[in-house]
Every structure is written in structure tokens, then in C-alpha cells.
């Protein structure tokens, strides 16, 4: 089907277009040089390519396990079936349905679930495949598994390198996520690491160790995206030496493709000055600090708001901490051999100094960095607080004014202990085009995203907005509205959504990673694999790997030894 | 003579343990001999009587019917009705189970579960409380304590004990048995608390006041219990927080005796904080010991569709959950369903009478392998095939753990999934029919 979007002022920046007017074409899916056949009339209006989330939980048991646990975050949102819709419901925790529906409504058209032990992934992918209309990937974590700890202890980074490549075949995985390393293993019998110095219960290794042999086996395979990690100490006051401490040990790492060392899960949670909730102040600045005469490094936001949240992830004591803080009700789910994990629901107050300072760092990253190819914007969905929220993200980063409009519902406190209230940063369009869409897309190493080039996936988000004569730092609850309910969305040359109706579910993609190494390394490998299965797996090693009727459509990227660095990858200094 | 063929590593659909690792041998198309399962998987995955053909209720007499006849008079009763009742799922895969969710939101129907007469209070109390657990194997690899509460596995679960629990060895529990504590609470003493090192017998229906005497004793607040509680000695007790504290990782599976005796929802809400409290103190886990191989898929599958685990009303077209208004029992108790697709379950059996017998007052479409108690007043009969043995799909463990179910023979019976998207199919041909006539 062929499709011309008219008359648009199209944000590229991955191409070079800084908002210019022009035509695009899309044929068979793709972007190509010239079309006739449905015209789109976007004279005038925000043209960017479709949205790319790099870092959300939307599937999994610690997803579902939220919605079982939350049966009132279920009541909210509830859309009943009409047209090519089925039922919606949920807030933080949406069912699959509405999560595939409000990303598209949002003009996003590819998110990556941002964590997934092995052995579970076979429902990651379950729930993938129902999500409707958007691409999708999911990464797979590595950070307490009993394999890697027993290669890094070995340092036997070959050997390490073909798990890691076993683990994300067998996973249908995207890429290595690293979560609390060593933290998940220590909590099997109920204790954590304080530090990634300290010594892993067991298994003679530290949490550093772990981090540099998974990054240097990451490189030594060039997968297309680099590891991706939740820092030790994470969500604690003073974590922020335990961040520039890890991203220390990583700046001597060659990448094995264009691209960054490693990305920064949720950057906020990790920026924490103050030895206690009490003295908890924004350590935010020397994070930027750090950032900006760093190349190695990327970050998303994983931005707080106010009001309600599903905190969930693999770093299981914290979520322990949390349930203990706030005595809410506590989700734990330790994996065999790979992970933990936890989930507590959460509200985030204005009136908390403590909420109010945490809503205040994940902004001051994201305006304190110069580069914004360097920092994504997420709220961690739905830990920071639900995707549905990102318009209000956006304009807080591109309006001084909405920010000090929100500053005065604040905790009074909040001006000594942050440098908020000084910032005068105000985002344009081509720098949330590249936060939301060309920057995610890179670092993620999905070439076909994020940009609307010739060859490009026809992915394309169209807002009723017109950015040649609207002030979004004046007129931002315009721009909040207009970016809520994308005029169109379009995915893969089909409009999905039309000013928030649905008018389209086709099933998305998933992308997955298989990488080639040498047979060699893997016939080292499979005897201790075999060993494991015969000695502590609770499954048969022939049931393990995610079979492939569970990715009834799915897009293989080839990565490993044999494979060449892609050509067409920019280095961050060359686009900086 | 064909050769036979060794079918390895299947996956036993029996019950809640999945065991993954049943050697099958096949002939002819026939199941020879099963090996490593245990007497209830081995009799499921060597089969018994089955039923053959479709059936239809005819002048008050199920008579023999085309598989298009019965799919079609299934999807006539479920179009006539205003509330059809979906129930069971259990005994059957997810992908049957999705197209299940599917189907009651195109007639507006309630679709729930076997877990409301099962582990449902469970589901409740981790609403309440959430659910601080592990897969099996972190039990296995781990636990040197393990509470077994108003449950028999010897002889319900019978390879629960040396796959996952009480007789397995792993990396930190070498020993087996014999370097854990294994501890039976429960009203009588089973064949599972014959193997305990503790046996706690007490009272029927006490199980609440015993947990909370428990809580108050691990939280060192001893002195304000009396010196019976639910008929367990308060020394007795002590001893157990004792043992519970001094665990390195201790593990709790419970079973019906607590879901379903007085109390049902709070006394897991209460076992639920019982184990959080005990992490306070050391690592502790808790899980129910499902008992259909994969009524955990039942609730996976619900929740991510409707973002409800079980009990779920489509009447209104979007999802509405609030058990003790949307669940079975609650619907057949005050006649509020005019039609019932019951799928690999036999409420008949199982319901309490005065609902069972609701069921006969409206029409049934039954999809089964066997015929049981529901069978007799069942106005359509649908026979299919075995998931897990004639159907390929995908269970859930009672850990929560998804693995796939293979094909170990063919049959000529289509499967439930199959099935089901037929009635889909005829429910959507009869719409578009009715309006065109219109």
C-alpha cells in the first residue's frame, strides 16, 4: 500500500532535518524517494518518525504479576472492546491490548521490555505477541547468573561471550541487561551487595568484575546494542559514587560497533546525594557532569511523576526495602540460577521532599546534559510512573514555565536540594525528536528506526501541532494535549491511529539477536551448561529455549564474530 | 511391525509440578509405556475411555451428531444467552485458553476458572498481601526448611517431593532430605506429615488463629498468646518460630486445607505476612501448590487479556472483576447465567449441590475428553483432544514457570483451541446472518 504525507515539518535529526517542510513517501512498509496512492494532508504540522521506547516493562511475569496483585490499577482505564479494539484496562498496569493501543494513540510505534530472566522468557514473549500494532524486543538479564559469575571468576571472556550468545538465543533476546550484578544472587538467601567491590556469597567474584566481563563479552560478539545496566545501590541516598564509580570501570572498553559501552537504565534512580532520606539531596549535576566529557555512556531519564506507579524489576532486595518503607503490598520472585525480582506498588507525593527531589533529578539529567543523543526519555514505565504520561515529560523538559508552575505545588524544600529551580534549558523539537525517537533507536542499534530515510520502517507520528508558529514553552498545555492523541500514527505504512481512535491492530514485529561465535567456545561451553541442567535447573535443558511458534512474527538481527561492524553506525563524537 | 519411538523430556499435563523430563515410548500411533511419571501423570498420558462423537440433546436424549451440527447448536445457545458462563480452562493450554477470553468477549459472557473452587482465596489474599515466592528450583538449590500447610503432596503432587522440595539435592543442599527440616501443618496426619520432622496438628478451620499466633511469636511478642491455640500447644508453636527464624531459606507451600476452611482468603492473607515477616528475620518464600497442570495458565492468560486473574464479567464489554458477585458458584447460586460452556472441568462433581444443580436447569455445551457427572446434563457434548499428549500449547507451573507441551500421538479429535474458534467462527457467520435478514 502506498502512502504521501504531505506538507509536513519533519523532524529527522537522524538525517539532518531540523524540522523543514517536505513530503515522505512510504511503499510496502518502507520509506522510499516517491509514492502516490493514500495522501495524508500534515501541511503545516509536526512530522517526527514513530516513537521508540528503549526501556519499558510491558511483558512478562513481573508485569502480569503486577496486574494480579493490583486488581484496583485494573479498574482504572477500562476501555470496553469496540471496532478493531479489544477491552483496555489498567493504568500501570495495563492489560496487553491497551498496551499496544496508547503507545500508538502516543505516536509510538516500538518499545523494548527492559528485562526478562531465560528461563522465564518463554512468557515475556507470550505477552509480547499479544501486545497489538507496535515492534518489540526484549532484553534479557545476565547480571546473577550462575554461568556468567563462574566465566567471569574464570575469566574466561570467550567462553563467557558464547553463553551470552546461547542465552539470548535460547531467550529470543534482544540484548544484555544487567540488574543489581551479584545483588540477585546475595538475595537468594536474603542478603545484597553494598557495593560493586563486594564479593559475590559463593561464587568469588564482585559485582565489577561481572559488569566489565559481560561488557567486554558484549563487544567481543558486537551486538547491536551495548549492555544496558541497573547500577548497584540503585534507589539508595548517596548511589550516585556507586554510578560514576561503574561507569569508570567501562571507559576502556572498545565498542564493538559505532555506537556506546553502555547504557544507564532509569539514570534518576541512580543520581542520589545524602547519607539518609533525611539529608537526601540531587547529585544530579555531577552525573551530567560526568556525561558530558564521557563518550562511553548513554542514559534514559526514568522520570517520576506524581501519583501512582508499579515499581517492578529483577533487583529484588530493593523492591524488599520498598515494601518495608511504605508497607504496601510486596511481590518477590526469585529465578533459579539467574535472577530475582520484585513488585510493590507505589505513590509518589508532591508534598514528599523526597518524591518532589527525585521528580526534579530525572528533569536536571535530562537539561543538564548537553547531548541529548546521549540521554532517552522514559519514566522507567511504570516505575517511575505509566507511559501514558509522556507528554508530560516533554513539556516539562521544553517549558521553564511549566516547570516552575509545577515547582510551587512542591515540597517547599525542593530549591536546596536540586538545581531545578536555575535551569533555564527550554527543549526544542529536534531535541525531543532525537530523545524519543533517533537516539533510542541508535542505541539500541535498530537501524530501520527512529528516522524516516530512505529504507526506513514507514513509521511516522504526525501531531496537531504546528511548530512554526506555537511557543511550546509558552503554550505547553496545548502541546501536552496535542502530543497525548497523535493526529496520525502510522506503522509500517498503515495509519494505526487517527486523534486517538484505533483504527488499525496489525501484530507487530519482534526483534531478537542471534550471534555466531566459535564453535570452539561453545563446545567448551555446553558440558557445564548440561551439568547445570543435570544437577540444579528444575527443567529438562531441551525445554528451556523459547521455542518459535511464541514469535509468530519475528525480525532476526545477526550479530557475533564473523559479522562486520554496520558501515552506516555513527559515532557519538560524530554526530555530537 | 513399526518401530517404536522414544519420545523424551515431555511434559506431563497432569497436574500443578509439570514434571518435564516423562520419557514416552510410541508405536503405531499408540502410547506404549510411559516412564518417570508417577501413577496419576502415567495413567492421564496412557489414556483411558474416551469420548468419540459430538452429541446433541434431542427430545431430552444426547444423541450422536456431526462435529458442524454440534459447533453450530453451540453457537446458537451462547448467541440466545445474555450472560453465558465460560467456565474451567484448567485442564487445557493457553492458546485454548486465549481463544477462551476471546470468545466471552464477543458474547458478553463471564469467564472464569476451576481456581474458584481451588486456589481463588489464594488469588485474593495475594491482591491483599502480594506474593513474596521463587521457582521450584530455587527451593530445590536453596531451601533447608520447608512448611508444608494443608496439603498431601505424597499423594497429590507425588513427584513434588524429589524434583522440587523435601527429597532434592542442589547446589547448596547437597544433603537432600537429610540437610532439611521439613515441617506438615494440617488437621490430620497425612502420609506427607509421616515423612515431617515436625507435625503440627491442629483444629479444623484454626488455620487463622495458628498463623497469627505464629506472626506474633516471630515478632517476638510471645506473651500475649494463650497456652492452646487452634489446638496446637503454644510451646509447640514456639518451637516452630524457632525453626521457621533459624531456616537459611525457608519455603511454604499450602494447599486447600487453608484455602477452603474457615477464614479462606485471610488465612492466606495472614500466611502471606507471615513470610514477609519472616524475611525481616531470614529468606522465606511462600507458593500454592496448584492442582490442575495448568490452571496457573488459566490466571496468567486472564490477567494479561483482561488484567483480572480469574472471575471476569465481559457483559459490559470492557472487563469487570469482583468475586462474590462475577465468579461460578456466585452467578449459578442466584441464576444470573442462562447458558454454560464448561471446558475440561467437571463442576458437577465439584460445586457445591445447589449450584451444580443450577447448572441443569440451563443449557451446557461441554468440550471434554471424557465423559463425567456434567456429561449427563449437558445439552451439546463436544469430545476433543489431549493437549499434552494429542495437541501441542503451553503451561504454566504452579510456580508460574511457562514451558510447552508436546504431541506425543495424533488423534482424530480437533483441540479445544480448535474447537473453540469453530463456535468463534459459527457465533460470527450466525451474527452476520441475523443481520442481513434485518
Known amino acids: 500500500m502506498k502512502m504521501i504525507i504531505k506538507g509536513g515539518i519533519v523532524y529527522d535529526p537522524a538525517n539532518g532535518i531540523f524540522g523543514e517542510e517536505m513530503d515522505l513517501c512510504i511503499d510496502q512498509g518502507r520509506v522510499i524517494e516517491q509514492a502516490g496512492g493514500e495522501v495524508i494532508d500534515a501541511r503545516g504540522l509536526l512530522v517526527m518518525p514513530g516513537g521508540v521506547d528503549a526501556h519499558s516493562h510491558i511483558a512478562g511475569k513481573k508485569v502480569n504479576t503486577g496486574r494480579i496483585m493490583r486488581p484496583d490499577d485494573s479498574r482504572l482505564g477500562t476501555e470496553p472492546r469496540s471496532g478493531v479494539c479489544r477491552p483496555s484496562t489498567g493504568y500501570t498496569v495495563p492489560n496487553c491490548y491497551a498496551m499496544g493501543y496508547r503507545y500508538a494513540r502516543l505516536g509510538y510505534t516500538t518499545a523494548f521490555e527492559a528485562a526478562t530472566p531465560i528461563l522465564e522468557a518463554r512468557h515475556t514473549h507470550e505477552e509480547l505477541a499479544e501486545i497489538p500494532i507496535i515492534d518489540k524486543g526484549a532484553l534479557t538479564l545476565f547480571g546473577n547468573n550462575w554461568q556468567v559469575m563462574e566465566c567471569v571468576r574464570d575469566k574466561d571472556i570467550p567462553k563467557l561471550a558464547a553463553y551470552v550468545a546461547w542465552g539470548l538465543r535460547s531467550a529470543r533476546g534482544y540484548g544484555v541487561k544487567i540488574v543489581n550484578p551479584g545483588g540477585g544472587e546475595a538475595w537468594g538467601f536474603g542478603a545484597n551487595v553494598k557495593s560493586h567491590r563486594d564479593n559475590v556469597p559463593g561464587f568469588d567474584v564482585t559485582p565489577a568484575e561481572i559488569i566489565r566481563g559481560l561488557a567486554e563479552a558484549n563487544e567481543m560478539l558486537r551486538l547491536p546494542h551495548s549492555i544496558h545496566i541497573h547500577f548497584n545501590n540503585l534507589g539508595k541516598p548517596g548511589n550516585y559514587t556507586t554510578a560514576l564509580e561503574t561507569l569508570e570501570l567501562l571507559k576502556d572498553i572498545k565498542p564493538g560497533r559505532m555506537r556506546q559501552v553502555v547504557h544507564v537504565a532509569h539514570m534518576q534512580f541512580s543520581a542520589y546525594g545524602g547519607t539518609s532520606w533525611r539529608d537526601f539531596e540531587s547529585k544530579a549535576p555531577a552525573i551530567a557532569d560526568y556525561f558530558n566529557t564521557h563518550s562511553h555512556a548513554t542514559m534514559d531519564m526514568g522520570q517520576l511523576l506524581f501519583g501512582s506507579a508499579t515499581t517492578m524489576t529483577a533487583d529484588a532486595p530493593l523492591e524488599y526495602g520498598n515494601a518495608r518503607l511504605t508497607h504496601n503490598k510486596w511481590s518477590n520472585h526469585d529465578i533459579e540460577l539467574e535472577e530475582s525480582s520484585g513488585v510493590v506498588p507505589m505513590i509518589y507525593f508532591r508534598k514528599m521532599l523526597v518524591n518532589a527531589v527525585q521528580w526534579a533529578i530525572g528533569l536536571e539529567l535530562a537539561l543538564l546534559v548537553r547531548d541529548p543523543w546521549k540521554t532517552l526519555m522514559t519514566t522507567d514505565h511504570p516505575n517511575g510512573s505509566p507511559f501514558v504520561n509522556y507528554p508530560e515529560v516533554i513539556t516539562l523538559l521544553m517549558s521553564r514555565a511549566k516547570r516552575e508552575a509545577e515547582m510551587a505545588t512542591l515540597h517547599e524544600q525542593l530549591p536546596n536540594r536540586t538545581t531545578l529551580p536555575v535551569i533555564e534549558r527550554e527543549m526544542d523539537w529536534t531535541e525531543i525528536a532525537i530523545m524519543t525517537r533517533a537516539a533510542p533507536a541508535r542505541i539500541l542499534g535498530l537501524t530501520d528506526k527512529g528516522h524516516l530515510g530512505v529504507g526506513a520502517d514507514g513509521d511516522v507520528s504526525i501531531y496537531s501541532i504546528r511548530p512554526e508558529d506555537v511557543d511550546a514553552a509558552r503554550d505547553h498545555a496545548l502541546v501536552k494535549k496535542a502530543l497525548s492523541s497523535a493526529l496520525y500514527t502510522i506503522k509500517g505504512g498503515v495509519v494505526v491511529a487517527k486523534e486517538g481512535r484505533i483504527l488499525a491492530a496489525p501484530e507487530g514485529r519482534t526483534y531478537w539477536v542471534d550471534a555466531t561465535v566459535p564453535d570452539a567456545d561453545h563446545d567448551r561451553l555446553m558440558p557445564e551448561i548440561e551439568d547445570k541442567f543435570a544437577k540444579y535447573y528444575s527443567v529438562q535443558l531441551s525445554n528451556y529455549a523459547v521455542q518459535d511458534a511464541y514469535l509468530p512474527s519475528s525480525r532476526v538481527i545477526r550479530a557475533g564474530l564473523s559479522v562486520e561492524p554496520a558501515k552506516s553506525a555513527r559515532t557519538l563524537a560524530e554526530v555530537a | ?438
Open chain 2, 1 to 438: 511391525m513399526t518401530e517404536s519411538v522414544m519420545i523424551k523430556d515431555a511434559v506431563c499435563s497432569f497436574c500443578g509440578c509439570l514434571c518435564d523430563d516423562i520419557n514416552v515410548e510410541v508405536a503405531e500411533g499408540k502410547i506404549q509405556r510411559v516412564r518417570h511419571a508417577c501413577r496419576l501423570g502415567s495413567s492421564k498420558i496412557m489414556g483411558h475411555s474416551r469420548m468419540q462423537t459430538p452429541m446433541i440433546r434431542k427430545d431430552g436424549v444426547l444423541q450422536p451428531a456431526s462435529f458442524d451440527e454440534a459447533y453450530r447448536r453451540a453457537a446458537e445457545i451462547l448467541l440466545a444467552a445474555k450472560k453465558p458462563l465460560l467456565y474451567g480452562w484448567a485442564s487445557t493450554s493457553c492458546e485454548a485458553q486465549k481463544k477462551g477470553v476471546l470468545l466471552a468477549e464477543e458474547v458478553g459472557g463471564v469467564i472464569d476458572t476451576t481456581a474458584t473452587v481451588c486456589h481463588g482465596p489464594s488469588v485474593i489474599g495475594i491482591e491483599e498481601k502480594g506474593l513474596p515466592g521463587a521457582t521450584l528450583g530455587q527451593v530445590k538449590n536453596r531451601a533447608d526448611t520447608i512448611v508444608f500447610w494443608g496439603c498431601n503432596p505424597v499423594e497429590a503432587h507425588p513427584r513434588h517431593s524429589l524434583r522440587y522440595s523435601s527429597n532434592s539435592c542442589g547446589r547448596f543442599t547437597e544433603q537432600g532430605r537429610a540437610g532439611r527440616k521439613i515441617v506438615v501443618v494440617d488437621v490430620r496426619e497425612t502420609r506427607t506429615a509421616k515423612n515431617a520432622d515436625k507435625f503440627v496438628r491442629i483444629d479444623p478451620g484454626c488455620d487463622y488463629e495458628v498463623i497469627s499466633a505464629l506472626r506474633m511469636l516471630v515478632a517476638g511478642k510471645g506473651d500475649v498468646i494463650v497456652d492452646t491455640v487452634g489446638g496446637a500447644l503454644k510451646a509447640d508453636l514456639a518451637a516452630l518460630a524457632e525453626m521457621l527464624k533459624a531456616a537459611r531459606f525457608g519455603a511454604v507451600f499450602f494447599g486447600l486445607g487453608i484455602t477452603h476452611s474457615k477464614g479462606r482468603y485471610k488465612n492466606i492473607d495472614n500466611a502471606l505476612s507471615l513470610v514477609a515477616d519472616l524475611n525481616q528475620h531470614t529468606k522465606f518464600v511462600i507458593m500454592p501448590m496448584r492442582g490442575h497442570y495448568n490452571v496457573g495458565g488459566a490466571g496468567q492468560v486472564l490477567a494479561w487479556s483482561s488484567g483480572y486473574p480469574m472471575s471476569v464479567d465481559y457483559a459490559r464489554g470492557a472487563p469487570y472483576f469482583n468475586p462474590g458477585e462475577t465468579a461460578a458458584c456466585d452467578l449459578l447460586g442466584r441464576a444470573d447465567t442462562d447458558a454454560a460452556l464448561i471446558v475440561a472441568a467437571d463442576p458437577v462433581s465439584n460445586f457445591p449441590r445447589e449450584t451444580a444443580a443450577a447448572l441443569s436447569k440451563i443449557p451446557v455445551i461441554q468440550i471434554d475428553p471424557y465423559e463425567n457427572p456434567t456429561t449427563l446434563l449437558s445439552d451439546v457434548v463436544i469430545p476433543c483432544a489431549i493437549a499434552g499428549v494429542e495437541v501441542e500449547g503451553t503451561a504454566y507451573r504452579m510456580d508460574g514457570l511457562a514451558l510447552r507441551l508436546r504431541k506425543m500421538v495424533d488423534s482424530s479429535l480437533p483441540g479445544d483451541e480448535q474447537i473453540i474458534a469453530e463456535i468463534i467462527k459459527n457465533i460470527r457467520e450466525l451474527r452476520q446472518k441475523a443481520e442481513g435478514g434485518a
